[in-house]
């Protein structure tokens, strides 16, 4: 991933430093393993330990090195490792092992450690999510269908949904990582032709991982499922982003994310204050999707396997869990300085004549006694009246014959339109909300 969408965080997880690392325990641990069970010397073991290589930026020069002339990147690893350790304990370095053995029991490792960081990610985006939301229950605001005024909610009630469908994605990384904290040492094809399973078993014991049926890889469904997990978040990060630049268009202006001392809108107009925010994440999104695409299809490999995921996997991996936790903390830091406007919120309601309680007037109708087919007429012509004519829909309506003026006080009480949320608060309510700031 480019340094602009990197962190940290994810960096430490997925550097070459941090890959050789992981290569490197596997095998000290896949020798102790060994030992264990009597094939290798309990002594060669240990000095394999005490020998081995520190695998920092040197480490990787020299295994790069070496690969230039191996044209194999982990049996230029192993010559490394190899000379660093010496005769003749390093001779068991490897011993009985396929590459896919020590890559792929890494790579999942290495994507458990992530999906840790994505979810700390998802309960931190939650938290703040609840706070705005309960911040701006009351907050009445015009709810849009097709772009089109349709009837009262909240703004907070708007941010509660989004914080569900966030829980949702937390549920997803928190399956995606059960999924992939898994791991195989059996060999060439799976069959440990060459390997005990016991050695397996004290390398995933002593990794926290699982170990699973595999050919000579660990199956790809798990990999997608994982990525999906990642363009889930992307999707939904999307969806509260585009919800935010459409209330930050000029002709709506409900909210405006956080503009800070010296930041710049445009180059050109100096008066622009841009959604900087919410279209980049919107954009790597897109990332995210396309990625997921390319993980769906290295799950069909050819017969035992094959490298043709492999290069994909070197970018999308990394790329992706890079994206998805850059978007979630890109939104959090939005939505902590995202400016609320009540007061356009309330004036964009009042923009439409009144016209926003058609329903309850139809409804009002039909309970007086009116026939639905009646009632949504009468509704209607005054409704496109008030359209037409930019005039006031309940004036037009008390001064129909057809109308009874005593069903409009309650078809007209905005707390009428608005007496349930409590449903959708309750279920906010019960989320289980924890973030790393406390």
């Known amino acids: 991933m480019i340094p602009r969408y990197s962190t940290p965080e994810m960096d430490a997880v997925w550097s070459d430093p941090a890959r050789f690392g992981r290569w490197l325990e596997v095998e000290l641990l896949a020798t102790e393993g060994h030992a264990a069970v009597g094939v290798v010397p309990a002594e060669d073991a240990m000095a394999c330990r005490d020998r081995a290589p520190v695998t920092d930026d040197s480490f990787v020069q020299a295994v790069l090195d070496r690969e230039a002339v191996t044209d194999h990147d982990v049996a230029a690893f192993v010559d490394v490792v190899q000379t660093e350790i010496g005769p003749p304990a390093s001779s068991w370095i490897h011993y009985g092992l396929t590459s896919s053995d020590v890559v792929d029991t890494a790579l999942c490792w290495a994507m458990r450690d992530a999906a840790d960081l994505l979810i700390e990610a998802a309960d931190d985006l939650l938290a703040t999510l609840v706070a705005l939301a309960r911040t701006h229950r009351d907050t009445v605001m015009i709810g849009r269908t097709h772009g089109v005024h349709a009837e009262p909610t909240t703004f907070g009630a708007k941010v509660a949904l989004w914080a569900l469908q966030v829980d949702r994605d937390r549920d997803r990384l928190r399956v995606a990582r059960e999924r992939i904290a898994v791991m195989k040492l059996s060999g060439a094809v799976g069959t440990y032709s060459n390997i005990p399973p016991e050695v397996e078993r004290h390398v995933g014991d002593a990794l926290g991982l699982a170990p699973v049926a595999a050919t000579q890889v660990v199956a790809r469904d798990r990999h997608a499922e994982y990525l999906y ?33 010296g930041q710049k809108g445009s180059s050109a107009m100096p008066h622009k204050r841009n959604p900087i925010s919410a279209e980049t994440i919107s954009g790597l999104a897109r990332v995210l999707r396309a990625n997921l695409s390319a993980g769906l299809q290295d799950v069909a490999l050819w017969h035992e396997r094959d490298i043709s995921h492999s290069s994909v996997e070197r970018i999308v991996l990394p790329d992706s869990s890079q994206l998805a936790y850059y978007v979630m903390r890109r939104l959090r830091r939005l939505l902590e300085g995202l400016v609320v406007f009540p007061e356009r919120m309330q004036a964009n309601l009042d923009a439409s004549y009144g016209l926003v309680f058609s329903q309850p007037v139809l409804l009002s109708l039909v309970q007086a006694g009116a026939s639905r087919d009646d009632a949504y007429r009468i509704v209607q012509r005054n409704a496109m009246r008030a359209w037409d004519e930019a005039c006031d829909f309940r004036t037009l309506l008390e001064a129909d014959d057809d109308v009874d003026d005593a069903v409009l006080d309650d078809a007209f009480d905005l707390a009428r339109s608005l007496r349930h949320l409590e449903v959708v608060f309750d279920q906010l309510d019960g989320l289980d909300v924890t973030s790393a700031d406390g």
Do not use: D
């Open 229 to 261: 997990a990642c363009a889930s978040v992307g999707a939904t990060c999307e969806l509260i982003a585009v919800e935010l630049r459409h209330l930050q268009r000029t002709e709506v202006r409900e909210v405006q994310e956080g503009f800070k001392v």
